[in-house]
């Protein structure tokens, strides 16, 4: 852990980054407290306000209004947690599912890396977001399908990764000594293989957290993903398509910056942990 630190010090960046991602928790966490105003209460009467407007009774509209008359800033907070929530866990189940099935495929060759690289290729075959109407259609739309679904659709990209590094990795020295001592199965897949190949993975998972997050935004534009009444930055993006030409930049700016900053944040910290991760480029302190 004081390694850890003392390179993310060093490197500045990460560290940058980490306070980005810090601030995007503790939004997510207590926006409902830093909300100045209901996300879905509604008032024709205020939409489309620019930021720094003022509302009824005082009220001060700090990031505009949208075409409902809601309130930017209180979606923004309330947003961040739906968002990060659905990209974060729909990661960990696409990389979880695609990392195990990776290493088995990698590592076992064979009809079992047949079967399981053309289940991929069965899937890839199909438009994503066609396969994600038809599960969210059966299972009905919300939060935890919306995960599931979104989480199995990325799985085939982190197996064909592990699984090629598998490849080279299994007839290496060291997993020959591992072998040779005894080492069992999981030993051999999740304590020798495994950290070498955790840097990519890292680097994928911060530029699939954009992917996710704007694909939750389409299923939700299309009523399959999470209710309309629950605010994400990726729904404020798709509402505000329609006044991108009447300039009225503010319902797509800050919604997209929010998310610019907070991608921009996860390839950082993925970049930080490339290095500091893989075996071959760390630093022994």
């Keep these: 852990m004081q390694r850890a630190l003392r390179s993310m010090v060093a490197s500045r960046w990460a560290l940058v980054g980490m306070i980005i991602l810090t601030a995007a928790a503790f939004i997510a966490i ?5 909300s100045p105003m209901d996300p879905n209460r509604q008032n024709i009467m205020m939409r489309l306000l620019p930021p720094m407007a003022e509302g009824p009774r005082g009220a001060t509209f700090w990031l505009g209004s949208d075409h ?3 309130d930017v800033l209180s979606r923004l907070l309330y947003g961040a ?5 659905v990209g974060m866990a729909a990661i960990v189940v696409g990389g979880s599912i695609g990392t195990l099935l990776g290493l088995i495929s990698g590592y076992f060759g ?5 079967v399981i690289m053309r289940l991929g290729d069965i899937q890839l075959a199909f438009p994503f977001i066609l396969l994600a109407i038809m599960f969210l259609v059966v299972l009905g739309p919300g939060l935890v399908n919306i995960i599931l679904v979104l989480g199995i659709g990325q799985w085939i990209t982190y197996a064909r ?7 080279s990795l299994r007839e290496k020295e060291y997993v020959e000594a591992a072998r040779a001592m005894g080492d069992g199965l999981f030993s051999i897949l999740f304590r020798t293989i495994l950290p070498n190949i955790v840097a990519p993975l890292t680097v994928i998972a ?5 992917s996710v997050i704007l694909s939750e935004a389409a299923l939700s534009f299309l009523g399959l993903g999470v209710p309309p009444t629950v605010p994400t930055w990726g729904s404020m993006l798709s509402e505000s398509r329609d006044h991108l030409l009447s300039n009225k930049w503010w319902l797509a700016v800050f919604p997209g910056l929010a998310i610019v ?3 921009l944040a996860f390839n950082i910290i ?6 500091f991760l893989d075996p071959r480029l760390k630093e022994r302190s």
């Design 30 to 34: 207590f926006g409902p407290l830093l």
């Design 68 to 70: 409902l008359g809601r």
């Design 81 to 85: 947690r739906v968002s990060l929530l």
């Design 110 to 114: 064979g009809w079992i890396d047949d």
């Design 161 to 167: 990764i592990v699984r090629a590094q598998t490849l």
């Design 206 to 210: 911060s530029f699939n957290v954009a």
């Design 261 to 263: 900053l907070t991608v």
């Design 270 to 275: 993925g970049d930080w942990l490339r290095d």
